[in-house]
């Protein structure tokens, strides 16, 4: 090879062919090596020689320039290392060489210096540079005086076969957002594996060998030999094979992502060691700059790079692979993508980007799939559920009610995507509806006559956001008991008024009978979370002393002799609930008597239920039921009553013959026998029936 010009000039041609060159950081001087073992340095400005330097007798193997410039390493074919400084003086450059290697240990595989990354880091001022020998990986810092900082033995495995050619490839610190600056990673091939180090900068003690902590992080089998390493920006690792694959390697996980075949580009190769051809290398030939990677072909360059993140999801668009490219997507917004490219490092500004992208995406993904012509529900069901979820994901509900929802309700799909919201809504997810979307939920869960799913659907909405009068109209009408008692008791703290509206049905004389024993059947559950102190349907606590007033409202309402809203009958606030429920109703006193603690209230209430029982239509059984809630407070000491009522009840408890409550006439006898009465004249009345007691007992 003939040297014909250097940047445009005859000047430098008679150091003979170019080896090795480097640009320093400024871009104003050029450093070139030569077969005959000269070093010259180029102003490139002025386009004229700096400076020759002729350490080295044998050709140039690689020069390369350190951060300022002003500092070199110059290395030969025979391994001979040196570390040069150089002076500017008055009118001359005067230089200063340091003999890192003799060629004593062999050549130098691969030579690369850590450059400065785009932010500081500590670790800026050692000069860091890194070295490959047939057995070896050292690390050496330049700062002040050329030290090692550590070496690496090459694995055996590796050395076995003697066609190893070690090649090392740095990543330069890197800045990640929120202030943080990350170390600086070293990745080497040695054989078939690459293996990752660490770099990071442990104190300021003077002395780099104490300063600077190298990490091992992992490594990844390939299966092929590797001739070419490099890093492509700051998270993809590139990587060439003997078979002329390239391969993308995502460096946090060590994993490999995609393998191409490359062969047809006919990369240029090194051979560092004559006597064995399969010593080769592809390192000079793969270069990346600014996240582009350059391969250098036998006849052309070419230029590749790897997609950005949103190329990549736009890549899977463009295939129709809707669910790939938004679990993609989805994988960058949580922060698991690899080799991710092309993302703002500060956190919030990528997790807009990706959002702003995540939202663009499930609209297209929607709309293209929504014109799909089948009449298969369970393919909208699924475009729903996708859309909800995703939107739910990333915190845009706005994304779902205002771009998404509309493009189902233009297809007429509205209520299979409004079924969607039901578990997200119940759920607790989805608190707040736009009062468009509550208001065709009502409408479309009406029409489709699924009231218990409406009423849960209702229960789990945000309250305020809840028409009070439209969703009265709409329990009332349904006979929709649970979100009757919720919106009034949320709305107005009013307990007595759903109750009012249900016993009204209950006392109609049309009323269907299936209607009347299902609001029953809900009072009674009403009532029982009354008495133990809890909202319903949905369980709140009630304050103590609001429980209490509630208690003796309940009481005052059920015991009503008139109600001005169900004309004509005698005590209808309880008679139906006692028609239609009165073991549960019962039940239901005996846990509020038990809270009593004044026996004229007591005894009072029960003078009432008798009088209601005795005077009404209610069978023997029925009234039984009052005669074995007083058998319980009688013996507790807690109610006085007469010999005439005391006859009536044990007449009941031991005459009676129903198997069903047996046991329970067993238990109130037995009460009975053991009773603490509450004064002397009880003491007697009961002493009295005890032999009867007893006998029943046997």
């Known amino acids: 090879q003939d040297l014909l010009m250097v940047l445009g000039a005859k000047c430098g041609t008679e150091y003979g062919a170019i080896t090795s060159v480097d640009i320093s950081s400024d871009n104003l001087w050029l450093v070139v090596g030569h077969k005959s073992g000269y070093v010259v340095m180029w102003d490139l400005e002025k386009k004229k020689p700096l400076k020759s330097i002729s350490f080295h007798t044998e050709p140039i193997q690689k020069v390369l320039f350190f951060e300022d410039k002003y500092h070199l390493l110059t290395l030969d074919v025979t391994g001979k290392l040196f570390y040069i400084s150089i002076t500017d003086l008055i009118m001359t450059w005067v230089l200063d060489e340091k003999l890192i290697l003799n060629g004593g240990a062999g050549t130098v595989k691969d030579l690369q210096i850590l450059r400065k990354g785009s932010f500081n880091h500590p670790i800026d001022k050692y000069k860091i540079a890194a070295f490959t020998t047939d057995t070896k990986l050292i690390i050496i810092s330049c700062k002040d005086d050329v030290k090692i900082i550590h070496k690496v033995k090459v694995p055996v ?44 900068v442990l104190g300021d003690y003077g002395n780099a060998t104490k300063d600077i902590e190298f990490f091992y992080l992992g490594e990844h089998d390939t299966e092929k030999t590797l001739f070419g390493i490099t890093w492509l920006g700051n998270q993809v690792l590139v990587l060439i094979n003997r078979s002329e694959e390239i391969i ?95 993302l703002p490092r500060e956190k919030k500004h990528a997790i807009k980007v990706i959002v702003d992208k995540i939202e663009q995406t499930l609209i297209d993904y929607v709309s293209s799939s929504l014109q799909t012509r089948t009449k298969d529900k369970s393919h909208f069901r699924t475009i729903s559920v996708v859309a909800v979820d995703y939107c739910v994901c990333i915190q845009r509900k706005d994304i779902l009610f205002n771009s998404i929802y509309p493009l189902f309700v233009r297809e007429k799909k509205d209520f299979l995507f409004l079924e969607q919201l039901e578990p997200f809504i119940i759920g607790g997810i989805m608190k707040k509806l736009p009062s468009e979307v509550i208001s065709h939920i009502i409408a479309s869960y009406t029409s489709k006559r699924k009231f218990s799913q409406l009423e849960q659907i209702i229960l789990h909405i945000d309250i305020d956001l809840l028409d009070k009068y439209e969703i ?61 102190g809890m909202e319903y349907p949905l369980g709140d606590p009630i304050e103590r002393g609001e429980h209490l007033i509630l208690k003796k409202k309940i ?100 005459q009676y013959e129903d198997q069903d409550i047996t046991e329970l006439q067993f238990d109130a006898l037995t009460e009975l026998a053991s009773a603490c009465p509450i004064n002397d004249t009880m003491a007697e009345l009961i002493q009295k029936y005890k032999p009867v007691i007893d006998s029943a007992l046997e």
């Open 157 to 200: 495995a590796c050395t076995s076969g003697g066609s190893v050619f070690p090649i090392i490839s740095w990543r330069s610190s890197i800045f990640q957002g929120n202030g943080r600056v990350v170390d600086p990673l070293l990745a080497i091939s040695w054989g078939t594996k690459v293996k990752l180090y660490r770099l990071s």
């Open 248 to 342: 993308i390697l995502d460096p946090l996980s060590i994993t490999e992502l995609e393998k191409k075949y490359i062969g047809y580009i006919e990369l240029v190769y090194q051979k560092r060691n004559t006597s064995n051809e399969e010593l080769l290398s592809y390192q000079d030939s793969i270069h990346s700059h600014q996240g582009r990677l350059y391969l250098l072909g036998i006849r052309s360059l070419y230029g590749g790079h790897v997609l950005a993140w949103f190329e990549r999801i736009d890549a899977l668009v463009k295939e129709s692979r809707w669910m790939e490219a938004l679990v993609l997507a989805m994988d960058f917004y949580h922060g698991r993508g690899k080799a991710v490219v092309g």
């Open 472 to 532: 009265v109209s709409l329990a009332r009408k349904y006979n929709l008991c649970a979100i009757l008692f919720y919106i009034y008791i949320k709305k107005d703290d009013n307990f007595l008024t759903p109750l009012d509206n249900l016993l009204v049905i209950m006392n109609e004389e049309n009323a269907d009978i299936n209607d009347v024993l299902k609001i029953g059947k809900e009072i009674i559950n009403y009532l029982n979370a009354c008495i133990d």
């Open 555 to 654: 009481f005052q309402f059920l015991f009503k002799v008139r109600n001005p809203s169900i004309p004509g009958k005698l005590y209808p606030n309880i008679m139906p609930l006692l028609e239609l429920y009165t073991e549960e109703l019962f039940n239901v006193f005996g846990k509020a008597f038990d809270g009593i603690s004044s026996p004229n209230v007591l005894g009072s209430i029960f003078k009432y239920l008798e009088e209601i029982l005795l005077n009404g239509d209610f069978d023997e059984l029925k009234t039984g039921y009052l005669y074995l809630c007083m058998a319980r407070y009688i013996s507790r000491g807690m109610l006085e009553v007469s010999e005439k009522v005391l006859e009536e009840v044990i007449t009941f408890l031991t």
